[in-house]
């Protein structure tokens, strides 16, 4: 039997899009982000179940990369300053959050975040040879200090100290983008290996449940969501915004990726960039 004859439907449905010009990918994209949004939506009713799910998602990534350091013992592929990103953003929600919550969040943070802390010294230390620090080119402060300004500027209207709801705010907007020097390293590369391609895909899974969280809450409100707190109205809207900015950052590998596994490839490979 040819390839053809060993073609699934799925598979025929991503070589139809395949073909397809980029306006029609571009619509298609959007009902099918539609069609899961409304179905999440049946199937959820609690819309704090949204990030509890986002979270565990996010886990679950982290470890198909500790199982990749563990077996394969080698970190190539993996941007270590979206490790130590990431690591940043969940010391901070985890410390705020035991400030100002303390709930099944506060936990779930804290399992990442020591999963993340054990990542970064397999790369740091152990698996350091295989490290690849010359593709790892994004520099830190280009994205920590417009997310401190932005924190100190817009951030929740509640009752717990200023410093506090500053960085819970500086959390939400670096977490928006630290996925950024992962994403370039893969460009640098094109072709990304299955255990640092399933996580990337499971951060934006994670952050499109997040961002369902959002659409919910402002659907059910009519709008009125947006404007319930924040310094000048601003701190909602600003969360949304960072949601939706980090899936769609994350839309485009996603796509690749699930091209990859419906085409039964085990390497994603990236477009060249133009």
């Known amino acids: 039997m040819g390839e053809k004859g060993l073609q699934t439907p799925a598979r025929k449905v991503f070589l139809w899009v395949r073909k397809q010009s980029k306006k029609v990918k571009t619509v298609l994209g959007v009902v099918t982000c539609l069609t899961l949004l409304i179905t999440l939506r049946l199937l959820i009713h609690d819309h704090n179940h949204f990030f509890v799910l986002a979270e565990l998602v996010h886990f679950i990534g982290i470890l198909c990369l500790i199982y990749k350091l563990s077996t394969l013992k080698t970190c190539s592929g993996l941007s270590l300053k979206s490790q130590v990103l990431t690591a940043f953003f969940l010391a901070v929600r985890v410390f705020c959050s035991f400030i100002m919550e303390g709930d099944i969040h506060t936990i779930l943070d804290f399992v990442t975040l020591a999963a993340t802390l054990w990542v970064i010294y ?59 020097p992962q994403l370039r390293l893969m ?10 391609a399933h996580y990337v895909f499971a951060l934006g899974v994670a952050r499109f449940l997040g961002c369902a969280h959002w659409i919910n809450q402002v659907y059910d409100t009519s709008g009125a969501y947006l404007y319930l707190a924040g310094r000048g109205y601003f701190w909602i809207p600003m969360v949304f915004l960072a949601e939706i900015v980090q899936t769609f950052i994350l839309a485009d590998f996603c796509y690749y990726y699930m091209k990859s596994v419906m085409s039964g490839q085990l390497l994603v490979r990236l477009p060249q960039p133009v």
């Open 187 to 196: 460009q640098n590369v094109q072709i990304i290996e299955p255990f640092t």
């Open 122 to 180: 397999m790369m740091k230390f152990k698996l350091k040879s295989s490290f690849m620090a010359d593709l790892d080119s994004m520099h830190y402060w280009y994205l920590i200090v417009p997310c401190a300004v932005a924190a100190f500027l817009i951030h929740p209207s509640t009752a717990h100290n200023f410093f506090f709801r500053v960085l819970w705010a500086f959390c939400v907007y670096m977490e928006s983008i630290s996925v950024l």
